[in-house]
């Protein structure tokens, strides 16, 4: 069975640019979950999607969005990207809202240069 | 969400078992306690989970308290590929399901 896949690996942007991050969730798996993580802040929670639904948002700003497709899959856009954007973005996904666990994938890691 | 309190950093041989502590005084009786980590340069991974009783699989036991306020991730014998970061995290299953992470306790296995 895949695991959750993101992509791209690695994306290099400039500042005031956008970024878009696709993650790819599980088959069947309906939940899923963006976080950042930043050098030296830990993992953020950043959004959560399910059935195509914004379901919880963290503490980021409006230029931070996504959505979430008819086949569970999901985007990440960052709009007007700052230098301290720069981070791992990781998706996870998961089965019965998280309570069995979530999956994460390996992240797509955002340098604003 | 619940408070959590772990060591920022343990060590260990290897082939010998570690217990990673975590406190949770603040956990309310619907949450889960939930323990991931981290291996360098991946996505977190999920260990173990569980209420009241406790819990077994093939990564690690989990020894949950009577009073639920703490908790112990038991990892029988560690190996090279155990060093990780771990984290302990108590989910509610009515407050919208996120993984809240702290800080974790980075473990060190020495050869």
């Known amino acids: 069975e895949a695991g959750v896949t993101q992509s791209p690996t690695h994306l290099i942007k400039t500042r005031g640019q956008q970024a878009t991050l696709r993650c790819s969730p599980i088959?069947?798996?309906?939940?899923v979950y963006w976080y950042q993580q930043a050098l030296g802040l830990g993992l953020q929670f950043l959004l959560w999607y399910d059935e195509g639904e914004e379901r919880n948002r963290g503490n980021f700003p409006p230029r931070f969005s996504g959505r979430q497709f008819p086949n569970y899959s999901s985007e990440l856009n960052v709009n007007a990207l700052e230098l301290e954007d720069s981070a791992l973005y990781l998706c996870a996904s998961s089965l019965e809202q998280g309570m069995n666990g979530y999956t994460f994938g390996s992240g797509t890691r955002l340098t604003v240069v | 969400d619940a408070k959590t309190t772990q060591p920022n950093s343990m060590e260990s041989n290897e082939e010998e078992p570690v217990h990673l502590p975590c406190n949770h005084s603040t956990i309310s009786g619907t949450d889960y306690i939930h323990w991931y980590r981290q291996l360098p340069s991946q996505g977190p991974e999920y260990v173990i989970h569980?209420?009241?009783s406790n819990v077994n699989n093939r990564m690690a036991s989990l020894a949950i308290a009577e009073d639920r306020k703490s908790s112990t991730l038991i990892l029988h014998r560690a190996t090279l590929r155990d060093a990780a970061v771990y984290y302990c995290i108590p989910m509610n299953n009515n407050a919208g399901n996120m993984l809240t992470f702290g800080g974790g306790t980075r473990l060190m296995v020495k050869p």
């Open positions: 088959s069947g798996h309906t939940s």
């Open positions: 569980g209420l009241t």
